[in-house]
């Protein structure tokens, strides 16, 4: 067994001390279950914490009635995983495999206590996270999708789970795994189908995903936050960590998935505490099981379209229509590349072409010639990284050099290592194939010369536009799109913009260092000019 099973076998069933069982007793109270009662189904919201006193509780299939797998609970464990502390829905469910005594304790209870215990909490919290990562690993989820794996709405919505940390079985049409399914629901072989459990059909889309398990986070006008912050990547995340360490109620809307841009990136070498690396999205997850133990929620997919100030609170209008209040709002949205003007772009956007690379592109290059463009720190750990599956990787370049926009110890790297190929001076004319990429067409800047090269994937990895379309008529905007702070436009502190309770951290804000640390850094000092502004000394 490796060291990583090991861990995760270990953490799984890490206990909880007599005292914090004591504690929970007098905050729950004790039920019996019968062998073969359900104690709780995928897709439903589990309202307490449940601990097991005797018995054994374990894992199946609702449709069979058969266990899955060899996992199950015992004496002294407990149920859940990471879901429980953002309310979400259950992605598995459970069942009583003999006459079992649970100790009930209702979920706000539970916080409560966990809040109040620290050394309970982490407990639960490394547990959660444990059986979550186990889930990923072992692709153990009651949520499925059924669709070719070049159907790009399939490549869309497994790109989301995967980088939102949501386990999902995905099967071929025709294969044995889409037949098991096809006995409950109608499948089509040209339309992807996502079911939860063995018989709720879904839309194949990470909205309707993430509405249905509860990741979405109804927003409604009656809820007044502190702090709303618009972003979940490293700066947003941080200052969801900080709000709610600092007992601020604070919400975290993010459009498409945690993580952000960092969280596309397959390894960050540069960021303390990481000797070996780490991915941007594990380092994202990481911060958001964080911020969740404090209290802070997220949710996603929601695109904030619309800022404006009533009665002294801001409203944050959704794409949907819907509204959040806050007294205080933290601009974190980043900044996204560039579209290029290429013909074919955006018809061949997943199904060749992508914008991160991650385990889940990676997939889709096996053994084929991708490109990445772009000179920057992403670009070239995207080199790094798909040049251990892919045949060869093609690096285009528009400068003469990498030294101006690229760590040394990376350019280093991609100069010595065999399967990558930097092209200096050169750019992408043109995109070829039909439904899914299979070709581009090279051109050096210099002399002119165009020159045709196989390619299963393109990653575009240039410039940085900040998302800030919502912002123009309420802050104050450099002649980029990027957000103005401090004296220079009135702020009453370095992140305070042009409007009094709207600040902004990271990337978006105008002279920032575009770095992983230095966003967590601003994110984790902005919530104490919040407290500041909303707890003003006379």
């Known amino acids: 067994m490796d060291s990583l099973a090991e861990d995760l076998r270990t953490m799984v069933r890490r ?101 109040a215990m620290p050394e309970m909490s982490d407990i639960i919290v490394s547990v959660f996270a444990a059986r979550r990562r186990r889930q990923l690993e072992q692709g153990d989820s009651a949520l499925t999708i059924v669709g070719r794996t070049e159907d790009r709405r399939v490549r869309e919505v497994l790109a989301f789970a995967g980088r939102n940390r949501i386990p999902i079985q995905q099967f071929d049409p025709g294969s044995e795994g889409a037949a098991a399914c096809a006995g409950v629901c109608m499948l089509h072989a040209d339309e992807p189908t996502v079911i939860l459990g063995r018989s709720e059909v879904l839309a194949a889309t990470p909205a309707a995903i993430a509405e249905r398990l509860g990741l979405a986070l109804l927003m409604t006008e009656d809820r007044l936050y502190d702090v709303a912050i618009v972003g979940g990547g490293p700066a947003g995340i941080a200052a969801g960590v900080y709000a709610g360490a600092e007992g601020l109620c604070a919400l975290v809307i993010e459009n498409l998935t945690i993580g952000g841009q960092a969280g596309t990136s397959s390894r960050i070498e540069n960021y303390m505490g990481f000797p070996t690396g780490i991915s941007g999205a594990d380092l994202c997850w990481r911060g958001e099981v964080q911020a969740m133990k404090f209290g802070t929620r997220f949710a996603m997919p929601h695109r904030v379209v619309a800022l404006d100030e009533t009665g002294g609170d801001f409203r944050l209008t959704l794409e949907d229509g819907n509204v959040a209040r806050a007294r205080a709002v933290v601009v974190a949205t980043g900044v996204q590349y560039r579209r ?79 399967a990558i190929t930097i092209h200096y001076e050169t750019e992408l004319t043109a995109l070829h194939g039909q439904d899914m990429l299979d070709g581009v067409t090279l051109r050096h800047r210099g002399t002119g010369a165009a020159r045709d090269i196989p390619a299963r994937a393109v990653f575009v990895m240039v410039g940085a536009e900040p998302n800030t379309d919502w912002l123009k008529d309420c802050v104050d905007l450099d002649d980029k799109g990027f957000v103005r702070t401090g004296r220079d436009v009135g702020g009453a502190s370095a992140h305070a913009t042009s409007r009094p309770g709207i600040f902004a951290v990271g990337d978006v804000r105008a002279g920032s260092v575009k770095r992983v640390a230095s966003g967590v850094g601003e994110g984790s000092v902005v919530i104490a000019e919040v407290w500041r502004y909303l707890n003003p000394t006379p």
């Open 340 to 418: 290029m003007a290429v013909d074919r772009l955006e018809a061949f956007e997943s199904a060749g072409v992508y914008y991160a690379a991650t385990e889940i592109e990676a997939r889709y290059c096996r053994d084929a010639h991708v490109v990445v463009i772009g000179g920057g720190n992403s670009a070239g750990q995207a080199a790094m990284f798909l040049c251990r599956t892919a045949a060869h990787v093609h690096l285009l370049v528009r400068g003469t050099s990498l030294a101006a926009s690229m760590s040394s110890y990376l350019s280093d790297r991609l100069a010595k290592d065999p």
């Open 15 to 115: 206990p909880l001390t007599a005292s914090h069982v004591a504690a929970m007793r007098k905050m729950g109270h004790i039920t019996e279950i019968a062998a073969g009662m359900t104690v709780l189904m995928a897709g439903e919201t589990p309202a307490t914490f449940n601990y097991l006193l005797s018995g054994e509780v374990e894992l199946f299939d609702p449709e069979t009635g058969t266990r899955i797998g060899e996992f199950a609970l015992g004496p002294g464990q407990f149920m859940g995983d990471i879901g429980f502390l953002a309310n979400s829905h259950a992605l598995y469910s459970m069942r009583a495999a003999q006459d079992s005594q649970l100790l009930v304790v209702p979920r706000q209870a539970m916080l409560d206590l966990m809040a």
